[in-house]
């Protein structure tokens, strides 16, 4: 009995001790979370539970968000797309000491990561991501000794990679990708976390080499540096990585030769892409590599890549290295039983035949050897690739019939045969049986058809329009002919389409289709004739359309802006089009390209070209203003610099105006001078009146300007002389006058014509202008006026003083005074 009263107030003295600090701590977390609370924005929708008036106890671990130990110890805060809105810097981080995850990730927060976050001495996970988080790593990130997880990715972050980072001896996973200020060398104090087996440093400005201290960490099983600007070598020390299974090195300043060694047996993927490696050596055990990415480097001969001991490979791509070589002969030196199911080695110098053996790699999915200088004929054999999904063979040096291997492949999605010289007719690559062809059609799912520029004859089947999954059909510079049907119209998914440079004849067919999918329509250089195509007031989506070099006639539509809205590029060139240019064809306000010449168009111009919009800017090199993945097949003729080009992925640079070759009246249109994203203005050949705006100095990239053979009077504009990227310029055959305005650009365009028959013209390179002229323009650049003025100001001024100065002398010197008024009587005595 007496024992039993000495336990009891013992044990209620420990539960106390225990109770009362736990209760203590959750009073104090709760407010350290309220706190933060109250300084979010938009929180109360997310955290309405956050509320001591909502609970009957001070603990917060029926919060959302909140996780809590069994004693009531805040654990885990996981505040996952939560939508709020703030900083970190009224959350007090030592209110936690016993918790263990912290996961901030898809919400609006912003401002730096507090010094604080070090006294979460308990933590073993901490994730923040996706938000606006910015600043340095704090360095007392080196406190969190029982991190096991770091995940700072998809922030703002700035500065350098911290050396305390290498205190975390018992981190296993690190992410620090997607931070684009994150700058600075990798630090060698990286190497002490030998737990670690993934590390993730892409997609930041990281320099310098890759520390050789990185082959401390033998626990690595994944490496990912990509997409950054890393120099040097792979370091040797990479073969001690036993367990490494990927390796990612994409997008840097990489070089050297790199070199799998046997301790690399696990080494399943390695991603090396863009960069300046000059080659790369396979041991002998490498029997789980599967994926090999390496395209964009410096490897030269085919025959030094040797892959004979990868005998699990899978994908491999080679592309755009200037790799020569046979290919017949390397393709021998593949593992027999190889299980290949992607092959690229397009845009390099191979040369030799396609081997009929390559029908033998019967997995392959992807194969892609276009842009090479392979010769001969399509093998048959290929037709056993019955699992091949994309096949690219284009801008070879090909030739021999349309391969009929590939008909009724209905896994071949897309099909690129472009610039192969392939001859035969359209039906022998999609039919087998010519006399039934309405069940038996070829491409029931391909995406992308490509067969341009080779020597296809004969005429568009009507099969064709059953291949509902088609977007992509380009058939241009070929010898196709007759009428398009009209179920061409009706594709549902068709979004670009160039049927261009053949002999189509006949009018462009009707749609039934209250919406056509089209971004890009190339019906250019054939013999369509009849109207402007009705059916193209149905394509809303339409960024590009080239009508050019045809028979089409009457009047533009006053529809077409309207209905096109996303029109940039517009091309209706070489045809009989009549009439005046509507109004409304100012109203795109995303074109870029306006192409009207050689048409019969009359009448005056619009009145104000402001409205477009979409020329008002340079498009700067490097950006596209073209959504589709197809933007690299789009092609438009141009006449540019006084020759015709073919543009390509290069026409997103290009911004310009030709109505040349019509009979456009009155004078110079209002607005044209704010368009200062222009590349070139063609007005040639026209009957323009007035004069050349004094503004078009306003133009400042311009390259080419032809005003030629039109009305223009009055002189040249000074301002002419600031186009300093002024390089093609006429504007012969009109009524100027005066002097050419100098200037160092005007200096280089040295050539005569281009200012000939301008009878009142004068200055380099015409002749000399007379000394007596009364031009306003006796003068070659702004100097010469202020020049003259200082000088008249000087004359005026020394005669105003020199006046003063003869009276004052007269005022001070009376024998002067008197002697010049005893000269003056005798002058007067003599008259």
Request: proline content about 5%; glycine content about 8%; overall charge negative.
């Amino acid at each position: 009995m007496h024992l039993h009263s000495l336990l009891l107030p013992s044990c209620i003295a420990v539960l106390v001790g225990a109770v009362i600090p736990a209760i203590a701590g959750g009073q104090r977390e709760a407010d350290a979370l309220l706190k933060w609370k109250a300084s979010l924005t938009d929180a109360d929708a997310s955290l309405s539970s956050w509320s001591l008036e909502a609970n009957s106890t001070t603990s917060p671990c029926n919060w959302a968000f909140v996780g809590c130990s069994s004693t009531g110890d805040i654990t885990a805060l996981n505040i996952t797309n939560a939508r709020i809105k703030g900083t970190l810097a009224g959350l007090d981080f030592s209110a936690f000491p016993r918790l263990e995850d912290l996961v901030l990730g898809q919400n609006d927060l912003y401002g730096t990561i507090p010094e604080g976050i070090g006294n979460l001495t308990s933590l073993t996970s901490l994730q923040m991501y996706g938000q606006r988080l910015s600043g340095p790593i704090p360095r007392s990130i080196g406190q969190l000794k029982q991190l096991e997880n770091l995940l700072l990715a998809y922030l703002e972050l700035s500065g350098t990679i911290p050396v305390e980072i290498g205190n975390l001896t018992s981190l296993q996973d690190l992410h620090l990708a997607g931070n684009g200020g994150l700058a600075g060398l990798i630090p060698p104090a990286i190497g002490k976390l030998e737990k670690l087996s993934w590390l993730d440093l892409s997609f930041n400005n990281l320099t310098g080499s890759i520390p050789s201290e990185i082959g401390n960490m033998t626990e690595l099983e994944m490496m990912d540096l990509e997409s950054n600007c890393l120099q040097g070598e792979l370091p040797g020390t990479l073969s001690r990585l036993q367990k490494l299974g990927d390796i990612g090195v994409s997008d840097n300043q990489l070089g050297g030769r790199i070199t799998i060694t046997g301790n690399n047996s696990n080494l399943g993927s390695l991603a090396i892409a863009s960069n300046y490696f000059s080659g790369i050596s396979v041991g002998p055990i490498c029997t789980v590599l599967t994926t090999i990415i390496a395209n964009n480097n410096r490897f030269a001969s085919l025959q030094d890549l040797n892959f004979q001991n990868c005998t699990s490979l899978q994908s491999l791509d080679l592309a755009r290295n200037g790799i020569h070589g046979d290919f017949n002969k390397w393709l021998g030196t593949l593992p027999k039983k190889l299980r290949l199911t992607h092959l690229e080695l397009d845009e390099n110098n191979i040369t030799g035949g396609i081997p009929p053996v390559l029908g033998n790699m019967t997995s392959l999915w992807f194969l892609n050897l276009g842009h090479n200088q392979l010769t001969g004929a399509i093998p048959p054999e290929l037709g056993k690739l019955y699992q091949l999904i994309s096949l690219n063979l284009s801008y070879n040096q090909l030739s021999g019939p349309l391969p009929l291997a590939f008909r009724n492949r209905s896994r071949l999605v897309s099909l690129d045969l472009s610039s192969c010289s392939l001859t035969g007719q359209l039906h022998d690559l999609l039919f087998t049986d010519q006399s039934d062809f309405s069940s038996n059609y070829s491409f029931p799912g391909n995406m992308m058809l490509a067969l341009s520029s080779n020597h296809i004859s004969g005429t568009i089947p009507k099969l064709l329009c059953n291949a509902n999954y088609l977007i992509m059909l380009d058939l241009s510079n070929n010898a196709l002919h007759g009428d398009l049907p009209n179920c061409l119209w009706d594709l549902p998914s068709l979004q670009f389409m160039d049927l261009s440079n053949n002999s189509f004849s006949g009018a462009v067919p009707f749609s039934r289709s209250s919406k056509i999918t089209l971004q890009s329509l190339h019906l250019a250089n054939n013999h369509f004739e009849g109207n402007f195509p009705s059916s193209i007031r149905k394509c809303d989506k339409l960024i590009t359309l080239d009508l050019g070099g045809n028979n089409f006639t009457g009047e533009l539509p006053s529809w077409i802006s309207k209905s096109l809205p996303q029109l940039r590029y517009l091309r209706l060139s070489s045809n009989m089009f009549h009439g005046v240019i509507p109004e409304t064809i100012l109203q795109f306000q995303q074109l870029r390209l306006l192409d009207l010449s050689h048409n019969k168009l009359s009448g005056p111009m619009p009145v104000d070209f402001a409205n477009f919009t979409g020329m008002k800017q340079e498009q700067a090199n490097g950006t596209t203003i073209y959504d589709s993945e197809y933007f690299g097949f789009e092609q438009i003729q141009l006449v540019w610099k006084n020759g015709d080009h073919d543009y390509s992925r290069t026409i997103a640079f290009i911004t310009g105006i030709d109505l040349s070759c019509n009979s456009l009246s009155q004078t110079f249109p209002e607005g044209i001078t704010t368009l200062h994203g222009l590349k070139y203005l063609n007005f040639s050949r026209n009957q323009f009146s007035g004069g050349i705006p004094k503004d078009i100095g306003n133009l400042a990239f311009i390259e080419s300007l032809d005003l030629s053979w039109n009305q223009l009077e009055g002189e040249i504009p000074l301002s002419v002389a600031d186009l300093k990227y002024l390089s093609t310029l006429n504007l012969s055959n009109n009524d100027l006058s005066g002097r050419i305005p100098g200037g160092s650009q005007l200096q280089t365009l040295d050539d005569p014509s281009i200012y000939s028959n301008n009878p009142g013209l004068c200055g380099f390179p015409l002749k000399e202008c007379a000394n007596a002229s009364g031009s306003t323009h006796n003068r070659t650049n702004p100097n010469d006026d202020r020049e003259v003025l200082w000088l008249s100001c000087f004359v005026v001024a020394g005669a105003i003083f020199g006046f003063w100065l003869s009276w004052g002398v007269l005022f001070c010197k009376e024998t002067w005074r008197y002697a010049l008024y005893r000269y003056v009587d005798n002058i007067l005595e003599r008259l």
